[in-house]
């Protein structure tokens, strides 16, 4: 399942994080890339021991975690620490598909969800759309600031080349607690019909159908 989820950082926490971005220190992103991203990633991203990166991460994660899009859609055991990637005009990230298991070796987990979130305006570059492949073509995706987007992480995909000015980003996995990206979608259309019904009619005899069915398949299908 491919999602966009709006609205995950509002203005004022956008502009903090452009703030503390703005005058952050970048350094080449294959310095966290596997040997086979390495032949095909050009973009900088902040590095790990960036002062500021407590910061940004409450800012950030603590927003896309909270949102009930997010936590609906993806089912999160674990999330990780996300990068913060710049891609200037001529960067490009090919092709590839992301590592299935990340983490240090005390912290592993399996990536299952990848996510990111869009830092500035599509106004600010030109090109720079992340290109999921599907069984149905291509999907090219560039959110304004403050949305997101879930992936599977198993999908191939690209960030096409950046031919004009800054395209800013976070990205992120998840372990979901439901592996299975068929599983995953099928749930997430499910509780979407269970919550209206819960608003709507909630005395229903079918409401409570589809609410039963909903949790015995989330205790039928989760890994924890």
Do not use: C
């Amino acid at each position: 399942m491919l999602l966009n989820i709006p609205d995950v950082l509002s203005q004022d926490k956008l502009n903090l994080v452009r703030a503390i971005l703005d005058k952050a220190r970048f350094v080449d992103g294959k310095l966290s890339a596997g040997m086979a991203a390495k032949r095909v990633k050009h973009n900088e991203e902040l590095p790990a021991d960036t002062r500021e990166l407590g910061q940004l991460n409450n800012i950030v994660m603590g927003s896309l975690v909270q949102h009930p899009v997010y936590q609906s859609a993806v089912l999160p055991i674990k999330v990780a620490t996300p990068f913060y990637a710049r891609y200037t005009s001529g960067m490009t990230y090919g092709d590839h598909v992301d590592d299935p298991v990340m983490g240090p070796p005390q912290g592993r987990y399996r990536s299952d969800v990848s996510t990111t979130v869009f830092l500035n305006d599509p106004d600010d570059y030109e090109g720079g759309e992340l290109v999921v492949r599907t069984p149905f073509g291509d999907t090219q995706v560039k959110l304004p600031a403050g949305h997101a987007v879930v992936y599977p992480s198993s999908s191939l995909h690209h960030v096409a080349e950046v031919s004009r000015g800054e395209r800013l980003v976070a990205v992120t996995w998840a372990q979901s607690m439901i592996r299975q990206p068929d599983r995953r979608e099928l749930l997430y259309g499910l509780n979407l019909a269970r919550e209206s019904l819960l608003q709507h009619r909630p005395d229903d005899e079918q409401t409570k159908r589809v609410d039963v069915a909903y949790v015995n398949l989330i205790r039928m299908w989760a890994d924890t």
